[in-house]
């Protein structure tokens, strides 16, 4: 138990660290909201969306991902319109924080809907999840196996908690909003890339 449960905790850890679009929402609405309270609509969403996709990639349910090729075709080509349109508001509310010297904050909606779609339609997420996360499952049973999953389960938790955290400690010092307006640009940049990679995958 206490093996599978330290594997688990390890292998989630490698697969969420790196940089991507859903952790960089995750940071800007912690930096971008008046306080980390405000932000946890995020947070959460995030949270449920990974357990989910864990949950199912466990159960082996989702291998049918994997399987139908024109799903992922789909998934694909929902992320890159998807994503174009994110870097597109990302990049408006930086000109609009550098041109007022306020924040743009996305209301409760927004931030659920906006969450869920980019850990949802990102397809490198569902992929890497069930081909590491599901797979490595398939090595333990019965409590251990649930043990396992618990541990990954509780990297997304702490890991999207820990960001909006250090995003709304950032955003506290930059009373200016101009090194926010900065990461939001960059961030834009990052999201249009993951996009036009997703559309490299659709279309080729």
Known sequence: ??????????????????????NVFIFNQGATQPTLL?????VITASLCDTVLILLAVLGVSVVVLQVSWLASILYGAGFLFLLYMGWVTWKSAAANAATGEMVRLPTQ???AFTASVSLLNPHAILDTI???GTSSLGYSGIAKWGFTAACILVSYCWFLGLSIVGRRIGSIDRSGKRLALINRISAVIIWGVALYMGAKWLF
């Open 131 to 133: 081909g590491v996360i």
């Open 1 to 22: 138990m206490a093996q599978a449960f330290i594997h688990g905790l390890i292998l989630a850890f490698g697969l969420i660290i790196p940089l991507g679009v859903q």
């Open 110 to 112: 927004k931030q659920i």
């Open 38 to 42: 405000r932000a946890l609509p995020a």
